[in-house]
């Protein structure tokens, strides 16, 4: 079917790529960025003055991060995995292209944090020492040496550390919704509770300010949505600072303080704002029609911006800004030369009213000219979590499926972030229930479409999400005409036994939103797809990757397995050298292919199973 002016192959979509993260060089004349032109993440450098980008890494294998210009010489900081194991390791680009580790040793992970102030250091936390807990470093860019800071036995997660280098703010999570801030003092060695509270307050995105005076942090203390809060280190005082209504996503300085950077979630958007922090003056951006200014990266001269612009149409585009003359110049763009953003569609903000009545925000994507004598095929993305959430940016999944004629509608059903505490702790213990009844309650809005064939909407999403497709196929399973699951669970109770060491601070947060397998086995069972597959009889796609950290490969192989012994109809494609998701071009290629290849055979030809199936399923 064709319903767009031009319909594109998946590898001419592909040919646009991802780009993200800024640094500027200590001369301000260049830019560090990542980019996956090549296939895969790597890092690349850029002229601020514009003109081509210069790839730096050759890594074919694993997604390769640029962090920092080094002060004073060419070499630049990276991260990478291994094979998609999120085990990321800090290496040194030597000026002759080796590597060098900084963080060796099997199972390390290396968290990246920023440079200080005078960017002689650069401060990273490991948990080398201990595989439950972060310790934090800081290391010379010129000589490579190490100093431990701060050593963790709790399982801190740092958030912010002082300019001078006195204090470090750490979040300590207790559940997804509830969290605390401590100071910690180098010079005294002292560590604060500045949060103490009753009940569930979410505290967290801590930054102090230039002259360390103040620790800025995020909260829904008292509120319905995340605001500002500034707690003031010499008095212990607190008070409001920024409130909206909406979410505060984060907030940061420029190197001295100058300008304020505040962004908020306002209904899947990023709106984001930059303030002379003195007289709270707004700073004029530049208007964007096609996309959202998503990120912002100050100079440390302070005169120039870089950010990212992005949206529906307009994957990730880098810009420059220079502040003094207001005058912006773009850097480099993702899109594919050979695609017309006109043959691309702009999602709708939408919303419906699920079985009880809750509002559910969500996005629409039509495919272009709808023809009224001849209704459509859709599908219902769900997207990952728990606690995720929808956005207005490029997907280019979506734009796949929308091209080649199927309508999207993605809610952000109970459960998601962005729409207030109440929304997102709606779905705590709740999975595979009301949630998902919510994605159910998304074929009222397309039956109210008139253009959409009821009898071919299927259901699609990955991690979270594709767990929901195995849900919705096993415990609604006439609902949807065929599904397809990527990276999803299918044994709760598996799949969080079997979470990386450093996730332990984390576990609480996440008993508490889906359960304890310790205390919860029976509970975790009834929920789970893969007990369930005698309920499965519409066609199912099950994607993973060998080397997933976060939901195994077995969560997939026992699900197509009982399936198949079932006679249920379920297609397997896994891939080597990946991890939770797809990093390769060549690998995005074969399954999003397939996907299609799936959908046009089980949503377009009629050959949806029907209801008889259920019973001989069942039996």
Not at 83 to 107: I, K, M
Not at 294 to 321: H, Q, W
Not at 362 to 383: C, D, G, M, N, T
Request: some cysteine; overall charge negative.
């Amino acid at each position: 079917m064709t319903f767009a002016s031009r319909q594109y192959s998946i590898e001419e979509l592909l040919n646009s790529f991802k780009i993200l993260g800024c640094c500027f060089s200590a001369d301000e004349e260049q830019i560090l960025f990542s980019s996956s032109q090549s296939g895969i993440f790597n890092a690349y450098s850029i002229p601020v003055a514009g003109g081509n980008a210069r790839q730096l890494t050759r890594s074919t294998d694993s997604q390769t991060y640029g962090l920092s210009f080094f002060p004073s010489d060419s070499r630049v900081l990276l991260s990478h995995d291994r094979e998609g194991d999120e085990n990321n390791h800090h290496y040194v680009l030597q000026s002759d292209g080796s590597e060098t580790d900084l963080t060796p040793g099997e199972n390390v992970r290396a968290n990246y944090h920023r440079e200080s102030a005078d960017r002689q250091y650069f401060y990273s936390s490991t948990n080398e020492r201990e595989p439950y807990v972060f310790d934090i470093y800081k290391t010379n860019f010129t000589t490579l040496k190490r100093e431990m800071i701060f050593r963790d036995l709790v399982g801190y997660q740092l958030a912010h550390i002082s300019v001078d280098e006195r204090y470090l703010a750490f979040i300590k999570p207790n559940t997804r919704e509830d969290s605390d801030i401590y100071i910690y003092d180098l010079q005294t060695c002292e560590m604060s509770h500045i949060t103490p509270h009753s009940g569930v307050v979410l505290f967290k995105c801590a930054v102090f300010d230039f002259e360390t005076r103040f620790l800025y942090y995020v909260t829904d203390e008292g509120e319905e949505f995340d605001y500002v809060k500034r707690y003031e280190l010499a008095t212990g005082k607190s008070e409001i600072f920024e409130l909206y209504p909406w979410d505060i996503t984060y907030l940061s300085f420029s190197a001295t303080g100058k300008y304020r950077v505040i962004a908020s979630n306002e209904n899947a958007r990023t709106v984001l704002r930059i303030y002379e922090d003195k007289t709270n003056k707004l700073v004029d951006l530049p208007i964007f029609p096609d996309g959202d200014i998503v990120s912002a990266k100050i100079s440390p001269s302070e005169r120039m911006v870089a950010f990212y612009v992005n949206g529906d149409c307009c994957p990730d585009t880098l810009y420059v800004y220079d502040l003094t003359i207001q005058q912006s110049r773009k850097l480099i763009g993702s899109l594919a030369p050979n695609i017309n953003p006109a043959d691309l569609v702009d999602s709708q903000q939408v919303s419906y009213r699920s079985f009880d009545g809750l509002e559910i925000p969500s996005l629409f994507w039509k495919p272009h000219q709808v023809r009224a004598e001849r209704k459509i095929p859709a599908l219902v993305y769900v997207h990952g979590g728990p606690g995720g959430q929808i956005r207005k940016k490029y997907l280019e999944l979506i734009q796949y499926l929308v091209n080649h004629g199927y309508a999207v509608l993605a809610p952000n059903y109970r459960g998601s972030s962005g729409y207030g505490k109440t929304f997102r702790a709606a779905d705590n213990r709740r999975h595979g229930r009301e949630p998902l009844w919510d994605c159910v309650a998304a074929k009222k809005y397309l039956a109210s479409l008139g253009y959409i064939d009821m009898s071919k909407v299927g259901i699609i999403g990955g991690s979270y999400g594709g767990y929901m497709v195995l849900a919705a196929l096993a415990f609604q399973p006439l609902e949807f005409a065929a599904g397809v699951d990527m990276f999803g669970t299918s044994n709760w109770a598996r799949t969080i036994e079997s979470f990386a060491p450093y996730w332990k601070p984390n576990l609480k947060g996440l008993y508490e939103k889906i359960g304890d397998p310790s205390a919860d086995r029976e509970a975790l069972r009834e929920i789970s797809p893969l007990f369930h597959t005698q309920n499965i009889v519409k066609p199912l796609l099950v994607l993973h990757s060998e080397n997933d950290p976060r939901v195994p490969k077995c969560e997939s192989d026992d699900l197509v397995d009982a399936i198949e012994k079932n006679n249920g109809t379920v297609e397997y494609l896994l891939f080597a050298q990946e991890g939770h998701g797809l990093a390769k071009r060549e690998n995005k290629i074969c399954a999003y292919q397939r996907i299609l290849n799936f959908l046009d055979r089980h949503l377009t030809s009629g050959d949806a199973c029907v209801e008889s199936a259920l019973s001989a399923g069942q039996g």
